[in-house]
């Protein structure tokens, strides 16, 4: 990291609401709230997955590893938000912003990569069926969702490591937590290498996924059309319906952020995008993701069932 002399007892303001006090304590009770439902489901189904042996096949493996990430991805900026909710200009040091940031970009990136992990399962599963248990045997997910937080971490690592860090001006922080670009509009040195850098980033991390998952979800399609069996169309368009609808709205929000031009203005807007894809992604993926089908429900009840017994 290219980083100033002066760098010893740097800080920074994270704005945050602080322009609008009048709407911190809803901003508060909502945030508040959301952490909570994103923790009880996420963990959940982690619960439930592990006790139930009838959930330990591919689909649901992946599944853990998302709600295992989503628990981390919230918890990681949420709880330091909540708190800076209650103080009137909350500051933060530039060694805890790097690594709020870095925690939230290798994240992030880890999201990314497994929900096009969990589109290629889904594509195995109802494109290929009789060869679905051989493809996606167990040595296999393992090395699929391995591959996503290794390869994560290597381009967080990169960027990180390129990261121009010598700061001019204002040291506020027009953001709610220290976000990559909401930092990046503080730096004074010359950034048209970076930005670069970033951009093939962002292509590897959320175009590319995304295509993939379109081209799978294409080939879903037309297995789906061929299926004789109504029951078994309605079902296969319920799984895969569930998780368009997070990559839609997880993808959508993060590419309009990072593959959008940018100027070194910050804007309420772009507070509102990391919500999206920081905090509500993360909170509905539990609830219409797997909460809502037949398995899941199966293995709550028999879950019920156990600590009624004891």
């Known amino acids: 990291m290219k980083i100033q002399n002066s760098t010893d007892g740097i800080y920074f303001i994270l704005l945050g609401l602080s322009q609008y006090p009048q709407a911190q304590t809803t901003f508060f009770c909502l945030l ?9 489901g996420n963990n959940l189904i982690l619960l439930l997955i592990y006790y139930d042996s009838w959930l330990h096949t591919p689909m649901y493996f992946f599944l853990s590893n998302l709600s295992f990430l989503d628990v981390c991805y919230t918890s990681s900026s949420v709880p330091q938000i909540l708190i800076n ?5 909350p500051v933060i040091s530039l060694e805890q912003c790097l690594a709020q940031m870095v925690a939230g970009l290798y994240l992030g990136v880890v999201e990314c990569l497994l929900l096009a992990t969990m589109a290629y399962d889904r594509s ?18 393992g090395l699929l969702a391995g591959a996503s937080w290794i390869t994560a ?17 204002h040291q506020v922080i027009n953001h709610f937590s ?9 730096v004074c040195s010359d950034l048209r290498l970076y930005k670069l850098l970033m951009v093939g980033a962002s292509a590897l991390t959320l175009l590319a996924p995304f295509g993939f998952i ?15 069996s109504t029951e078994g169309r309605g079902k296969a368009f319920s799984t895969c319906g569930s998780h368009l609808t997070v990559v839609i709205l997880f993808y959508g929000t993060a590419i309009s952020m990072y593959m959008m031009p940018q100027d070194k203005t910050s804007h309420d807007r772009d ?38 017994d004891l």
Do not use: H, W
């Not at 195995?124 to 997910?141: E, F, K, N, T, W």
């Not at 905090?279 to 069932?305: E, Q, W």
């Open 124 to 141: 195995m599963a109802i494109g290929d069926p009789l060869r679905y248990s051989v493809r996606m045997r167990p040595q296999v997910c």
């Open 32 to 40: 508040l709230m959301s952490y909570l439902v994103t923790l009880f």
């Open 214 to 228: 379109v081209a799978s979800y294409g080939r879903i399609l037309a297995a789906m059309l061929q299926m004789q």
């Open 271 to 308: 507070k509102l995008i990391s919500i999206s894809y920081g905090v509500l992604t993360p909170m509905l993926n539990p609830l219409i993701y797997s909460l809502r089908n037949k398995d899941m429900k199966g293995a709550f009840k028999k879950l019920l069932g156990k600590k009624t």
């Open 178 to 186: 220290c976000e990559l670009l909401a930092l990046l509009k503080l």
């Open 85 to 89: 909710c209650l103080v009137n200009m």
């Open 153 to 169: 971490f290597l381009l967080t690592m990169i960027l990180m490591l390129t990261m121009p860090l010598e700061f001019c001006g």
